[in-house]
C-alpha cells in the first residue's frame, strides 16, 4: 500500500521561499518517478514538476520554471520541491505523486499516479 505524506506548506510572502517534502512509503522508492501537481481553488489539478526515479531527469511546468526546484532523496525515500520567487498565483493545495508504473518520463500522468493528501501553500502580496 503506498502512502505518500507531504509537509512544509504554509503561508509565505511574495518574493519568499518555501520546501515541501514528501515521504514514501509502501513500494521500492527508487524505482519510480515522482512528481508534484497543485490545485488553486476553482482550478483544475495541474503539474508542477517531475523527477525520473535516478534524479538525472526532471520537468516543470511553464509556469514555475526557473523558480521551482525539485529534487530527491532515494536513501530516505523522500522528494523535495524547493520553490523560491513565490508568487500569489502559486497559492493552492499541493499534491505529491507517485507514478504508478515503471514510466522512465518525468513528466507525470495525472490519470496515473499515487496522490499524498496535499498541503496547503498561500502566498500573500
Known amino acids: 500500500q503506498v502512502s505518500l505524506v507531504e509537509s512544509g506548506g504554509g503561508l509565505a510572502q511574495a518574493g519568499g521561499s518555501l520546501r515541501l517534502s514528501c515521504a514514501a512509503s509502501?513500494?521500492?522508492?527508487?524505482?519510480?518517478?515522482m512528481g508534484w501537481f497543485r490545485q488553486a481553488p476553482g482550478k483544475e489539478r495541474e503539474f508542477v514538476a517531475g523527477?525520473?526515479?535516478?534524479?538525472?531527469?526532471?520537468d516543470y511546468a511553464d509556469s514555475v520554471k526557473g523558480r521551482f526546484t525539485i529534487s530527491r532523496d532515494n536513501a530516505i525515500n523522500t522528494v523535495y520541491l524547493e520553490m523560491n520567487s513565490l508568487k500569489p498565483e502559486d497559492t493552492a493545495v499541493y499534491y505529491c505523486?507517485?507514478?504508478?508504473?515503471?514510466?522512465?518520463?518525468?513528466?507525470?500522468?495525472?490519470?496515473?499516479?499515487?496522490w499524498g493528501q496535499g498541503t496547503q501553500v498561500t502566498v500573500s502580496s
Open positions: 505523486a507517485q507514478d504508478r508504473g515503471l514510466a522512465s518520463s518525468s513528466r507525470l500522468e495525472s490519470s496515473r499516479v499515487y
Open positions: 509502501g513500494r521500492t522508492f527508487s524505482r519510480y518517478a
Open positions: 523527477i525520473n526515479w535516478s534524479g538525472g531527469t526532471t
